[in-house]
Each structure stands twice: as C-alpha cells, then as structure tokens.
C-alpha cells in the first residue's frame, strides 16, 4: 500500500455547519431565534442558578447539619500494632512517630480498641477509645493521661 493509496474511512470527517448565509434553513438568525440575551454573539451567559421569578431551589431547601472549618482529625493507632513492642515499653507521640505508626507530632493520634494485645506497656496518650482501656489494663498495662499544659504569659500574676 503507498501513501497515495490511502483513504479515509466512511464519515470520518464531518463538515462543519456554515450559518447565517441568507434565508434557507439557518440564515438571517442562524438558529438563535430572534432577540434576547441569547441570541446576541457577545454578552454574559445565562446564570444555571436563575429561576426567573421562582424561588431558587438552594434556597427553598432547609439548611441542614453542620461541618467544622477545622476539624479535629486523630491519626489512628490500632491496639494490635502495639504488640510489637516489649513490656513496659513506654508509648507516646515521639515513639510512635521514630517507629512509623503516626505521621506528625502536631496532629492528635488516638488508639483504637481493635484487635488484642498481649504485652503489658506503658501508654501516654490524650485520647484511648474505652475498650482499648480495657484491654490495656486486662493484659496488665498502665495508662498516663496526658493533659495539655496551659500557657502562662510572664509578668502576669495571679493574687
């Protein structure tokens, strides 16, 4: 086959539509009716929200929930992960992050209840889910809450 030999196939190239040359089929307004916004080459598009005169749908719907603009979002530790460790191992954020199982020190982390464990560890944590208490103190480990310490400005004193 050479290259004069070669054809397009069958429909493969559509001609495109010429309007607005004289009356037949689309002349004169080439299919856009006859006045209006819409019917002008330039100008602004229809708003999509714009009902005319009804009331627009966003506003006839009932205002519902709420969503934070800063939520609180906990890295998770699960409880089976901790297994690892040997007893009496004492975990906190700065252990968890040199072993990997957080990504930031700046980010809350929480452990979940899930799965069991079986070694006897030391945890410092702000927030542990209830059952993963219970499993911790069942196989004999002992929980530090951690409370945030407060801010004091200096050259302020209380009396």
Known sequence: MQLHELKT?????????IVGRGRGGVGKTCGRGENG??????????VSSSEGGQMPLIRRLPKVGFRSHRPILNQVVPLVRLNQFENGTVINAEFLKQKGL?????????I???????KSLVIQAKSISKTAQDK??????????VVKEEKTEEGSSKE
């Open 9 to 17: 196939p069958k429909n493969s190239r559509k001609k495109k539509r």
């Open 37 to 46: 916004q819409k019917s002008r080459s330039t100008g602004r598009a229809t």
């Open 102 to 110: 957080i990504k930031s020190l700046n980010k809350p982390f929480k």
């Open 112 to 118: 979940l209840g899930d799965g069991e464990i079986t």
């Open 136 to 145: 911790i103190i069942k196989a004999g480990g002992k929980i530090e809450a």
